[in-house]
C-alpha cells in the first residue's frame, strides 16, 4: 500500500509543533502500525532527516508504552487493540492517516508522538502499598476469595497505565486508570486495610496533577485496549466518599 500520514512534530515541550505530511510506499498489509513508522524513520534517517519520536517496547500489547491518536481515536479504530497490535491489513491503498500524540495537560509532549506520563506513577505512588503479609504464593490461597471479586479485580489489574482513556476523554480525565489502580487492590481481602486510605490519596494525586473530573461521557472505556469498565469509577467514587466521610 501506499499511503500519506500527517504526523505530530515538536522539537520539545517549549516547541509549538506542527503537522508533517510524508509519503510511505509499499507497506505491507502484514505489518504492525509501529512496523509501518520503523520503515519511515528509516527511510528518514537515509535521507538524513530527523526521525519520528515515539515511544515503544515490548510491541505485545501488555507494556503500555505504545500511545497515540489515530486519525482521530487513541490507539486507532480497532476496539480493544493497543498501537503496536494494530495492523496495517486495517487500512486501504491511497489512504491518509493522521498520528498526533495524546493531548492533556498532565501529558507534556517530550518530542513528537512521546509525551511524559510521570503523572500516572506519582498517582500509583500515592496510593502506598498493602501491610498484609501475604507470604509466598501457596499461602495467598489460604485466603478466601469470592470468585466473582477475584475476575473484576483481575479485570481491573490488566490495565496497563497507557493513558488512552485520558487522551479520549473530553475533560482529560485520568478516573479509569485511577479506579482501575484502586479497584485490583480494593476487592481483595489483602487491599482491605487500606482501601479507604488508598482511595482518597489516589484520587486527591489524580486532581492534583491538573486531570479533569470525570462527566460520564464513556469514551475511556470505548478506547481502552483491555476494556477497563466503567464500573469501576462508580466503585472508586464510593471508596472515596466513604473516606471522606
Known amino acids: 500500500m501506499n499511503l500519506t500520514l500527517k504526523i505530530w512534530r515538536q522539537n520539545g515541550p517549549e516547541d509549538r509543533g506542527r503537522m508533517v505530511t510524508y509519503q510511505v510506499e509499499d507497506v505491507s498489509p502484514d505489518m504492525s502500525f509501529l512496523e509501518m513508522l520503523d520503515v519511515l524513520n528509516e527511510r528518514l ?22 500511545g497515540m491518536v489515530i486519525n482521530g481515536v487513541a490507539h486507532g479504530e480497532q476496539r480493544a487493540t493497543t498501537t503496536c497490535q494494530l495492523h496495517m491489513r486495517h487500512f486501504k491503498d491511497g489512504d491518509t492517516v493522521t498520528i498526533e500524540p495524546w493531548r492533556a495537560a498532565p501529558f ?3 518530542k513528537d508522538l512521546v509525551v511524559d506520563r510521570s503523572s500516572f506513577d506519582r498517582i500509583i505512588q500515592a496510593g502506598g502499598f498493602i501491610s498484609v503479609p501475604t507470604g509466598a504464593a501457596p499461602d495467598a490461597h489460604s485466603v478466601p476469595v469470592p470468585k466473582d471479586a477475584a475476575d473484576a479485580a483481575f479485570d481491573a489489574a490488566t490495565c496497563i497505565g497507557c493513558g488512552a482513556c485520558v487522551a479520549a476523554c473530553p475533560n482529560g480525565s485520568a478516573s479509569l486508570f485511577t479506579a482501575a489502580k484502586v479497584t485490583h487492590l480494593g476487592l481483595l481481602p489483602q487491599g482491605q486495610p487500606e482501601r479507604a486510605s488508598r482511595a482518597k490519596a489516589m484520587v486527591e494525586q489524580m486532581d492534583a496533577e491538573g486531570f479533569g473530573g470525570c462527566t460520564n461521557t464513556g469514551e475511556c472505556t470505548a478506547v481502552c485496549p483491555k476494556g477497563i ?12 466518599l466513604k473516606a471522606s466521610k
Do not use: K, Q, S
Not at 47 to 64: L, N, Q, T, Y
Not at 229 to 240: C, G, K, Q, S, V
Open 108 to 110: 507534556p509532549v517530550i
Open 45 to 66: 534517517t537515509l535521507a538524513g532527516e530527523e526521525p519520528v519520536a515515539f515511544d515503544h517496547d515490548c510491541r505485545e500489547g501488555i507494556c503500555g508504552m505504545c
Open 229 to 240: 469498565p466503567l464500573d469501576a469509577i462508580a466503585r472508586m467514587n464510593a471508596d472515596y
